[in-house]
């Protein structure tokens, strides 16, 4: 099991919560290993989210609020949609990314309620057009 920060869990309640403008939230280990501690949160969305992320070498664990419009002609819906981020980078020493499997469950149990949980090695995957697909996918 992993500790994970209080700091961790109210960012992200920050994020899920429609009276903040924070929307994106990272995390990762700390220098021992032994826990998982707030890194970086901002209001800039996606755009913001990805540019930090790139700006990582090591494993986070985070997220983001993105609004989801769906236009049926006559009717327009648009509702909040939270993605969730393991991201592991290419190059993860075997024992730390075998860290990540034990550990995950705990972080997501902190980082919860997300419409989409992605795993990556690199920062190029997460792209606009493949968020959309599989939010449609899970249900719009």
């Known amino acids: 099991m992993v500790d994970i920060s ?9 994020v899920l ?7 994106w939230m990272l995390a990762g280990y700390s220098e021992n290993g032994k826990s998982v501690e707030m890194k970086s949160k901002g209001t800039g969305g996606f755009t913001e989210f ?10 986070t664990y985070g ?32 024992m730390k990314k075998a860290r990540v499997g034990t550990h995950s469950g705990a ?3 902190a980082i919860h309620g997300g419409h989409v949980a992605l795993r990556l090695d690199s920062v190029d995957e997460l792209d606009q057009a493949s968020l959309e697909s599989q939010l449609l996918a899970a249900g719009g």
Request: with cysteine; aromatic share 4%; glycine share 6%.
């Open 6 to 14: 209080d700091s961790v869990t109210s960012a992200w309640d920050e």
């Open 50 to 59: 990805k540019d930090t992320l790139a700006g990582m070498s090591e494993i």
């Open 107 to 109: 972080v997501l149990q």
């Open 63 to 94: 997220g983001f609020r993105c609004i989801a419009v769906d236009d049926r002609g006559n009717t327009v819906s648009k509702r909040a949609k939270f993605i969730t981020v393991t991201t592991v980078p290419e190059g993860t020493p075997v």
């Open 17 to 23: 919560d429609d009276n903040t403008e924070t929307n």
